[in-house]
């Protein structure tokens, strides 16, 4: 499933092809999606195809095509503080988007049929968190995985403002699914060949939406133990943060909204976004023009004011030329200032390195 748009060069770049085809529609899913790169859930041997429109899958490990992550995300409306359950959380790719927008106070549950699968989604979460340039860029609520399939989740577990399904869901188990979600919640599946967005509008109302045309795996059926029993999946407990944790996220948020006074009282708006393409100039072309006067030819140039602008077009044919032959210089890598900060407080290094959740860089 996917080609609906084309690969880019970069992660950026898939981005913006997202985005200009109408995959992608808003700016907080725009921004979770440029903060995690798409190519560092590859393996190595793999990673050219990372950019491209299309699925990919190695084994037991899966993912699908960005223009449905991107519907997905746009469907579930995430906001800060919402609780999240991804069934068939694979990667973990999405539920770090997802925990970008969801911030320190939401919760962020996986379920993953795999061993292997749930030790490789640790390992990149693991590396995301110590290297990305995105990370301090936000506010984190880091994914809990949990192994077991996700048709015995316990029936005592707790519901869900926010439920995706990445499997094909039987007509037979859209009641389970509805069931996990709280009232005002939205769950997002393929549900007979159609990306399928549930509204839970009251204890026994629903609101369904089809968003486009799918094609998914189905899910597994469960494999009920010896006894006969199912293998009831437990989901993670939420947990309560402790005073020393929610001391590191007030005082990150203090730092960062003392960077951006900083930023505003030295840019005066704060920081512009810049294009991120230069913008293609349009020359006007001067026109010739032929006119006829009873049956015989008059040839003439009738001046247009916008066309009296050959100094100009020199001028910027000049400037062209001298673009081409400046050397091509790549970018600074951008500054972490919340790093600096964090750095250059009058603190113990054990307690910077904990505000910077020991990060590498």
């Given at each position: 499933m996917g080609g609906a748009v084309s690969a880019g060069e970069d992660n950026d770049e898939l981005i913006d092809n997202l985005k200009e085809a109408q995959y992608i529609r808003t700016e907080l899913v725009e921004q979770a999606f440029r903060a995690v790169d798409r190519a560092d859930y590859y393996l190595e041997e793999f990673k050219e195809n990372a950019y491209k429109d299309l699925a990919w899958k190695h084994g037991n490990i899966h993912l699908s095509a960005p223009c449905i992550y991107s519907e997905v995300?746009?469907?579930?409306?995430?906001?800060?503080?919402?609780?999240?359950?991804?069934?068939?959380?694979?990667?973990?790719?999405?539920?770090?988007?997802?925990?970008?927008?969801?911030?320190?106070?939401?919760?962020n549950h996986g379920v993953e049929l795999h061993s292997d699968v749930i030790e490789y989604a640790k390992q990149k979460l693991d590396f995301f968190i110590r290297t990305s340039d995105s990370f301090d860029k936000f506010d984190f609520c880091e994914p809990s995985f949990v192994i077991g399939n996700c048709l015995e989740i316990s029936p005592d577990c707790s519901q869900y403002d926010r439920v995706y399904c990445g499997a094909g869901v039987q007509k037979e188990h859209e009641e389970y699914m509805k069931n996990l979600l709280k009232v005002g919640g939205i769950l997002v599946m393929p549900l007979e060949e159609k990306l399928t967005k549930i509204?839970?509008?009251?204890?026994?109302?629903w609101e369904t939406k089809k968003i486009l045309a799918v094609s998914f795996a189905p899910l597994i059926q469960p494999?009920?133990?010896?006894?006969?029993?199912?293998?009831l999946v437990q989901l993670p407990p939420v947990a309560v943060r402790s005073l020393q944790d929610l001391a590191r996220i007030a005082i990150r948020g203090t730092i960062k909204k003392i960077i951006h006074q900083e930023?505003?009282?030295?840019?005066?708006?704060?920081?512009?976004?810049?294009?991120?393409?230069?913008?293609?100039?349009?020359?006007?072309?001067?026109?010739?023009?032929?006119?006829?006067?009873?049956?015989?030819?008059?040839?003439?140039?009738?001046?247009?004011?916008?066309?009296?602008?050959s100094c100009e077009d020199l001028e910027e044919e000049r400037r062209e030329e001298e673009e081409k032959t400046l050397p091509e210089t790549k970018p600074d890598p951008p500054v972490n200032f919340l790093r600096q900060k964090v750095l250059s407080l009058p603190l113990p290094d054990p307690l910077k390195y904990y505000l910077l959740y020991y990060r590498e860089k």
């Amino acid at each position: 499933m996917g080609g609906a748009v084309s690969a880019g060069e970069d992660n950026d770049e898939l981005i913006d092809n997202l985005k200009e085809a109408q995959y992608i529609r808003t700016e907080l899913v725009e921004q979770a999606f440029r903060a995690v790169d798409r190519a560092d859930y590859y393996l190595e041997e793999f990673k050219e195809n990372a950019y491209k429109d299309l699925a990919w899958k190695h084994g037991n490990i899966h993912l699908s095509a960005p223009c449905i992550y991107s519907e997905v995300m746009e469907a579930l409306d995430l906001q800060p503080g919402l609780s999240f359950l991804n069934l068939g959380s694979g990667t973990g790719y999405l539920s770090s988007m997802v925990g970008l927008i969801l911030g320190p106070f939401g919760v962020n549950h996986g379920v993953e049929l795999h061993s292997d699968v749930i030790e490789y989604a640790k390992q990149k979460l693991d590396f995301f968190i110590r290297t990305s340039d995105s990370f301090d860029k936000f506010d984190f609520c880091e994914p809990s995985f949990v192994i077991g399939n996700c048709l015995e989740i316990s029936p005592d577990c707790s519901q869900y403002d926010r439920v995706y399904c990445g499997a094909g869901v039987q007509k037979e188990h859209e009641e389970y699914m509805k069931n996990l979600l709280k009232v005002g919640g939205i769950l997002v599946m393929p549900l007979e060949e159609k990306l399928t967005k549930i509204t839970r509008t009251g204890p026994s109302a629903w609101e369904t939406k089809k968003i486009l045309a799918v094609s998914f795996a189905p899910l597994i059926q469960p494999c009920h133990s010896e006894s006969g029993k199912p293998r009831l999946v437990q989901l993670p407990p939420v947990a309560v943060r402790s005073l020393q944790d929610l001391a590191r996220i007030a005082i990150r948020g203090t730092i960062k909204k003392i960077i951006h006074q900083e930023t505003v009282s030295k840019n005066g708006n704060g920081l512009k976004n810049t294009p991120r393409f230069k913008r293609r100039r349009v020359r006007r072309r001067r026109m010739e023009t032929i006119v006829f006067l009873d049956k015989e030819v008059f040839a003439s140039r009738i001046s247009n004011p916008s066309d009296d602008n050959s100094c100009e077009d020199l001028e910027e044919e000049r400037r062209e030329e001298e673009e081409k032959t400046l050397p091509e210089t790549k970018p600074d890598p951008p500054v972490n200032f919340l790093r600096q900060k964090v750095l250059s407080l009058p603190l113990p290094d054990p307690l910077k390195y904990y505000l910077l959740y020991y990060r590498e860089k």
